[in-house]
């Protein structure tokens, strides 16, 4: 995936109410109606959040007769997942020095109690 791509991604996600979205739509498709229920926004607001999840690739809208279905697209959040990933170990490691850094302040701060 091109950053420019996982940009647009890590975009469409940083809204709630596309979230919201696309976990409705990992229980199963959905019309837009179906989707505008929960929110209180009207049904041009719901489709300017899915046309912004169709452009990240997120999501893609069928067309079956007059139903046209959303579904949630995985490969895309599987693709960011897997970019964060890569600092997971990172973040690990910065909270293990912490933890150890207050454990050793708080140590400190016993010490000087008991001698006190």
Known sequence: MSLDHLSGVFGALADPTRRA???????????VGELAEPFAMSLPAVSKHLKVLERAGLITRGRTAQWRPCRLEPAPLAEASDWLERYRH???????RLAAQLRAEQRGSAEERADG
């Open 90 to 96: 990172f973040w690990e490691g910065s909270f293990d």
């Open 21 to 31: 979205i696309l976990a409705r739509l990992a229980d199963g498709e959905a019309t």
